[in-house]
């Protein structure tokens, strides 16, 4: 029997334990990936980089391409404005530029070996090859994918003919998304799983020295007995 401690919320004062090992998450629009994100940072202590909004901020301002800390600011701080319809269509066309894609991950390959993090975007394991890390892969079959991101688009208050081009958008992005062709650490269907499941397979199976283990916190027993 192992206990895992999932409710520590992470700060400055608190560093993870894993000895600067990043994990990345890939995985098709639709699949859950920025919700496990967000759920594994409160269990490792590690950072969020999305790095869907490096491109988000270039479309905002092309002149900062050059200006790798004005993009991260840009990034860490999403507003309503880099997460509108329009920028998000256009930066789904923009993704998919090679040299747009090799700048993104030549700043975050520079910031996860400064300190480790949490990677979310297509191909992480592979930009990121050669460092210290455990490889996340989220698969979702492309009709609940399309599902998830129509609702999340109601969410965010887009309507109309901006749900049509998000939707749209997401569903061309999906089509082009294969498994990585190497071996990634943890694979999970999220099909018919929820986001707390998701992230509770996932936890399962992480390597123990990437979570929390500080007493002070609730935990849960994942052995099943």
């Known amino acids: 029997m192992w206990m895992i401690y999932l409710f520590g919320v992470p700060n400055q004062n608190r560093t993870a334990v894993n000895g600067g090992r990043s994990i990345t998450i890939d995985g098709p629009s639709g699949a859950g990936k920025s919700a496990l994100a967000v759920e594994l940072s409160q269990v490792t202590g590690l950072p969020v980089l999305e790095t869907g909004y490096f491109i988000r901020a270039l479309v905002l301002s092309p002149d900062l391409y050059w200006d790798k800390e004005k993009v991260l600011k840009m990034a860490a701080a ?62 979702v079959s492309p009709e609940i994918g399309r599902q998830r991101k129509y609702h999340a688009g109601e969410v965010m208050g887009y309507s109309g003919q901006d749900l049509a081009l998000v939707h749209n958008s997401y569903a061309a992005s999906s089509a082009t998304w294969q498994l990585p062709s190497r071996p990634m650490d943890i694979t999970v269907d999220t099909d018919r799983l929820s986001p707390p499941e ?13 979570l929390y283990s500080d007493p002070g916190h609730e935990t849960i027993d994942l052995s099943g007995k």
């Open 78 to 139: 999403p507003t309503a404005e880099l997460l509108s319809a329009s920028v998000t269509v256009h930066a789904a066309r923009l993704a998919a530029h090679p040299i747009v894609r090799s700048f993104v991950w030549h700043a975050v390959r520079q910031l996860v070996m400064a300190r480790p993090h949490i990677v979310v975007g297509r191909d992480g394991a592979k930009n990121l090859a050669g460092m210290s890390l455990c490889s996340v892969a989220l698969t």
């Open 198 to 210: 998701v992230l509770m397979q996932v936890v399962a199976k992480l390597p123990p020295d990437y």
